[in-house]
């Protein structure tokens, strides 16, 4: 069997193998397979790599989007997130889904541009709000006001909706970046902690804090009802 | 059970209707327990309204700028040269 056939066997009609380097035909490009256009990437094709830049583009952008709050840095991430896959492209083993790897090197990017001392002090009042010590007998230390119903089209209200991007912007990035996997893309605790590099445990507690956060935070904006109990 | 161990493990379960002995304790807690039905609640709405925020798409002018960006890294090909080449041009 040629090498030829060794390496795409369904697809060698549309393939053109020359001096080790694997090009792709430009009217194939968006037909191939992600692991064959990968392949060729890899190989020096710089018009399969323009194919996947297409076909992610949209998913990076609105991820960065969501970690930076902000259109000018997520278009910043944007570029040199895809700088960065194509210089490390031949490092990605096919271990985990491209898309896993791709979502680390955006977080990365993210974490580059916003680490601060001020979110390490909230990091660290995050984690004293678990203290036993401040929960008397295990239970909550006030009373847990029930909000009102808010449906979603509230949100569009104009006020609230700065209260929740502010809320947001204040969490500290290792905490926005577990919330935005889980809560906004999706990811589940096992993804997370690819993408993210740290436990499954410390997935859920950096999870658990940023909801608890961002609750908090609403909460003066949410109608609060009667005081439960 | 107390509110405390409620509070380190409702997120787990906070969309999920799982069966696991922890679960159960949760859920039964619940019942009894109206702060942390009001606590459990108000995640619901605060994770609903979060999700619910529109997000912008990636603009004609971004995605231009990102082109240029990636081709003058030696990311990307050069664009190709428009020509009459096609006999769809070539009839034009």
């Given amino acids: 069997m040629s090498p030829r056939n060794r390496i795409f066997p369904s697809a060698r009609r549309t393939l053109l193998h020359t001096g080790g380097i694997i090009f792709v035909k430009p009217r194939e ?17 710089r018009r399969a790599f323009s194919e996947l830049v297409r076909r992610y583009e949209e998913t990076v952008y609105r991820y960065a989007f969501k970690l930076c709050r902000d259109r000018e840095k997520a278009e910043e991430t944007l570029q040199d997130t895809f700088i960065n896959v194509y210089r490390k492209l031949s490092t990605f083993d096919g271990r985990a889904k491209f898309s896993t790897w791709l979502y680390t090197i955006v977080t990365n990017n993210c974490l580059m541009k916003h680490r601060s001392r001020k ?9 004293a709000l678990e203290d036993p ?5 295990g239970k909550f230390p006030h009373g847990i006001a029930r909000w009102e ?3 979603a089209d509230l949100v569009l209200a104009r006020e609230l909706r700065v209260q929740i991007e502010s809320a947001i912007r204040k ?10 996997l889980r809560d906004m893309e999706g990811k589940s605790t096992e993804e997370t902690s690819a993408i993210v590099g740290i436990s499954g445990e410390a997935t859920k507690s950096r999870l658990r804090r940023a909801r608890a956060f961002l609750r908090a ?3 003066p904006y949410m109608h609060e009802g009667r005081t439960a109990g | 059970m107390k509110c405390l161990d409620v509070y380190i493990h409702v997120c787990e379960n906070l969309d999920q209707r799982l069966g696991t002995r922890r679960c159960l304790q949760i859920r039964k807690h619940l019942e009894a327990c109206p702060d942390c ?5 108000s995640l619901k709405s ?11 798409r990636l603009s004609r002018a971004a995605h231009e700028r990102m082109l240029v960006a990636l081709r003058s890294s030696g990311c990307l090909p050069p664009p190709r040269r428009p020509g009459p080449r096609t006999r769809a041009a070539r009839r034009r």
């Fill in chain 1, 29 to 45: 490009l968006k037909s191939l397979s992600e692991d064959r256009l990968i392949g060729a990437a890899r190989g020096g094709d």
């Fill in chain 2, 37 to 41: 039905r009001a606590y459990m609640e």
């Fill in chain 1, 217 to 219: 935070e609403l909460a």
């Fill in chain 1, 119 to 127: 979110s390490r002090a909230l990091e660290e009042s995050l984690e």
């Fill in chain 1, 171 to 180: 969490l500290p990035p290792d905490y926005r970046i577990v919330f935005t």
């Fill in chain 1, 149 to 151: 119903e808010t449906p």
């Fill in chain 2, 46 to 56: 605060t994770v609903a309204m979060i999700r619910s925020l529109p997000h912008p």
């Fill in chain 1, 133 to 137: 010590a401040s929960w008397p007998g």
